[in-house]
């Protein structure tokens, strides 16, 4: 059994890495705050982020022992994450890069990085439909997964490589933003173009 646990640790930390490693919402954003506020706000951004996932996490799990992957459960998913990343791709391309020069026009989610994190990570729907499916994968090799203790686990190997891929991201890109990287000066646009592909890809997937 504590072979079990080791396994779905590893299993929930290579899912986040692989689910965190191309830029996104959250990475991209701890990028942002991290070059225009310092490390110490991306810290706590992140950390707010972390609860959230934690959380969803575990909902996930939830919804895949009660539902089995319900297709319509997906679906509705599917659809709140188009509105949510809709509005986030006209907000970033539409309205931030006017905002960008403004420091003291910031908003005062921002001045708060954890709470800026936290609120971001929860709108952030779209880990969801890849937990769920990936925790009835895993239950379909007789894990046990769906055993709380066991969810708990799960949930700290995704929290964990989550960690790992924003810490990384944050360091990376703010050596970058030292030499005045195109990158961090169109990062409004990057975040934009993120949101608004991942909403293409949600009207696909609700399409067919």
Same mark, same amino acid.
């Given at each position: 059994?504590?072979?079990?646990?080791?396994?779905?640790?590893?299993?929930?930390?290579?899912?986040?890495?692989?689910?965190?490693?191309?830029? %996104?919402?959250?990475?991209?954003?701890?990028?942002?705050?991290?070059?225009?506020?310092?490390?110490?706000?991306?810290? =706590?951004?992140?950390?707010?982020?972390?609860?959230? *996932?934690?959380?969803?996490?575990?909902?996930?799990?939830?919804?895949?022992?009660?539902?089995?992957?319900?297709?319509?459960?997906?679906?509705?998913?599917?659809?709140? +994450?188009?509105?949510?990343? +809709?509005?986030?791709?006209?907000?970033?391309? %539409?309205?931030?890069?006017? =905002?960008?020069?403004?420091?003291?026009?910031?908003?005062?989610?921002?001045?708060?990085?954890?709470? #800026? +994190?936290?609120?971001?990570?929860?709108?952030?729907?779209?880990?969801?439909?890849?937990?769920?499916?990936?925790?009835?994968?895993?239950?379909?090799?007789?894990?046990? *997964?769906?055993?709380?203790? #066991?969810?708990?686990?799960?949930?700290?190997?995704?929290?964990?490589?989550?960690?790992?891929?924003?810490?990384?991201?944050?360091?990376?890109?703010?050596? *970058?933003?030292?030499?005045?990287?195109?990158?961090?000066?169109?990062?409004? #646009?990057?975040? %934009?173009?993120?949101?608004?592909?991942?909403?293409?890809?949600?009207?696909?997937?609700?399409?067919?």
């Amino acid at each position: 059994m504590q072979l079990a646990y080791i396994t779905l640790l590893f299993f929930g930390f290579l899912a986040a890495v692989v689910g965190v490693s191309l830029p %996104g919402l959250l990475n991209m954003n701890a990028v942002k705050i991290a070059n225009e506020d310092s490390y110490q706000s991306a810290y =706590r951004y992140v950390l707010g982020a972390l609860v959230v *996932i934690f959380i969803q996490t575990y909902i996930a799990i939830f919804f895949a022992k009660l539902i089995d992957s319900s297709a319509a459960i997906t679906a509705a998913l599917h659809e709140i +994450g188009l509105v949510i990343f +809709g509005g986030l791709t006209i907000y970033f391309l %539409g309205f931030a890069k006017k =905002r960008e020069h403004k420091k003291e026009n910031r908003s005062k989610l921002r001045q708060v990085p954890f709470f #800026y +994190g936290a609120l971001l990570a929860a709108i952030n729907v779209f880990p969801i439909p890849y937990y769920v499916f990936l925790s009835v994968t895993i239950a379909s090799y007789h894990y046990p *997964i769906f055993v709380r203790s #066991y969810t708990a686990v799960f949930s700290l190997g995704v929290v964990s490589g989550s960690a790992l891929m924003f810490f990384l991201y944050v360091f990376f890109f703010k050596k *970058i933003s030292r030499e005045d990287a195109f990158l961090l000066h169109n990062i409004n #646009y990057v975040i %934009g173009t993120i949101t608004g592909i991942i909403s293409l890809i949600t009207v696909y997937k609700l399409v067919i």
